[in-house]
């Protein structure tokens, strides 16, 4: 990699670092988890977009494409457009309940509505998931000094992981929201105004991205079968509605309107981005044969960009892990300090020690997840891992919102065993795991609720 590649990323990611120590000079409690719920539209929608197109979409999507064909991105991009759609039915009511009840997490909801233990049950699930995301970005970060290698990169990434820990720590949610500004102009600078053209300019055309594909990279359920495409799209979509960063910025937003237009917002503006997963995947494929599909971005950028321009590029990439792996170390900081701490350990301290508390627990997530990053190699497996182990909330949280039947018992005995089985049978169905999870999970959901004590 040439001086000035290294030159940009440094820059940029200084320049991260210098945002977040000025937003992080005043910090209370309620900015450091949820940014103070004053946010307007255009931030909010940057944000979202920064963090939710990260992992998926550029990255794991972009190895799957390589692996399978086209079957990962349709199913990823269903999922998510009709998940957009049910956050927004429910962004509304999060948003009053965030603010009546001066809410910071999901557990907060199922404290309210259901009790502690529920919010216990539920926040360890999230904990486990949020865990799993956490390792599959640092891997991304691991295989970024892989592919590129020198001094200078290493350097670089041990800023990037000092850095994001310092200033999530510093000023959490609050100083994501703002950074992931220059994360998303990075992004659209690198990854669709330069990268793209160039790709399909070396490709002569999308059309011939698609010419002398393997068999069965234009079938839709070539990456896991029918089965797992449509229960994937019919189970798996309320699982956008359980992302905890969804949450936080909902309740970040300064009011409901707000809500619901960051959430169309942030439809139509992640579809270029699924796109650039499929370019990315295709055009692997067909230029740079017998590579590991994990690579598969990496070396793209590295083959066809030119010098500068590939600075620019890796920093975009670096953009999307950053944005991600900071709102991952946010919500599981976020469990624990309110979740467990205040619940539990004190709940009669000031804020300042609270405050104090999240930011001492924020750094020791950051540490913890280093440790674990190499646990699963494989990006995929731990997208798709971490997005099943949310499934079984949805029952409780979905049927808290719109039954009033649902039952504390339901909801606590749903989110267990749906968990148990979630994990238990994952060593031997895989990917399909989350099916009798999810199944079972709504059944004993309906049953203990309808039955009276």
């Avoid at 720590?169 to 929201?177: A, H, M, P, Q």
């Amino acid at each position: 990699m040439e001086t000035i590649d290294i030159i940009i990323i440094l820059t940029y990611l200084a320049i991260c670092f210098g945002v977040a120590i000025w937003v992080g000079r005043k910090s209370t409690l309620d900015t450091f988890l949820v940014a103070g719920r004053k946010f307007h539209t255009t931030l909010l929608v940057f944000t979202t977009l920064s963090t939710m197109v990260g992992l998926s979409t550029v990255i794991a999507a972009s190895s799957a494409t390589y692996s399978s064909g086209i079957s990962y991105t349709v199913m990823a991009a269903s999922l998510i457009m009709i998940g957009y759609v049910l956050v927004w039915f429910f962004a509304k009511k999060i948003k009053v309940f965030g603010d009546k009840y001066k809410a910071h997490t999901m557990g907060d909801f199922l404290a309210v509505r259901y009790s502690n233990r529920a919010r216990v049950i539920g926040s360890i699930a999230i904990i486990i998931s949020y865990f799993t995301f956490f390792a599959g970005l640092l891997l991304g970060l691991s295989q970024i000094f892989q592919v590129f290698g020198g001094q200078g990169l290493f350097w670089s990434l041990i800023f990037a992981l000092g850095g994001v820990l310092a200033y999530t720590t510093l000023s959490g949610v609050k100083s994501d929201f703002y950074t992931d500004i220059i994360h998303f102009i990075v992004m659209i600078i690198a990854l669709v105004i330069v990268m793209i053209p160039l790709m399909l300019i070396k490709s002569n055309g999308i059309i011939n991205l698609f010419i002398d594909l393997p068999t069965g990279f234009t079938n839709i359920y070539n990456f896991g079968g029918a089965g797992l495409f449509w229960f994937a799209i019919i189970f798996g979509f309320p699982t956008f509605l359980l992302y905890m960063e969804i949450w936080q910025r909902i309740y970040a937003s300064n009011n409901a309107k707000t809500a619901r237009k960051i959430i169309v917002w942030s439809a139509l503006l992640t579809i270029p981005f699924i796109a650039i997963a499929l370019i990315v995947g295709l055009v692997a494929r067909k230029f740079l044969p017998g590579i590991n599909p994990d690579y598969s971005f990496l070396l793209v950028i590295k083959e066809f960009l030119p010098t500068g321009i590939l600075g620019l590029a890796i920093a975009g990439l670096i953009a999307t892990i950053l944005s991600t792996l900071n709102t991952m170390i946010m919500v599981i900081s976020a469990i624990l300090t309110k979740d467990f701490y205040m619940t539990f350990v004190n709940k009669k301290s000031s804020e300042k020690k609270y405050l104090k508390i999240g930011r001492v627990i924020t750094l020791c997530v950051g540490a913890v997840g280093i440790l674990i990053a190499y646990i699963y190699p494989n990006l995929v497996e731990l997208a798709v891992a971490a997005n099943e182990g949310l499934i079984v909330l949805a029952p409780a949280i979905i049927g808290g919102f719109l039954w009033k039947r649902a039952s504390e018992r339901g909801a606590f005995y749903s989110m267990l065993f749906g968990l148990i089985i979630l994990w238990g049978s994952y060593p031997f169905l895989g990917k399909m795991s989350f099916i009798p999870a999810v199944i079972i999970s709504l059944i004993i959901f309906i049953i203990l609720s309808l039955k009276k004590k």
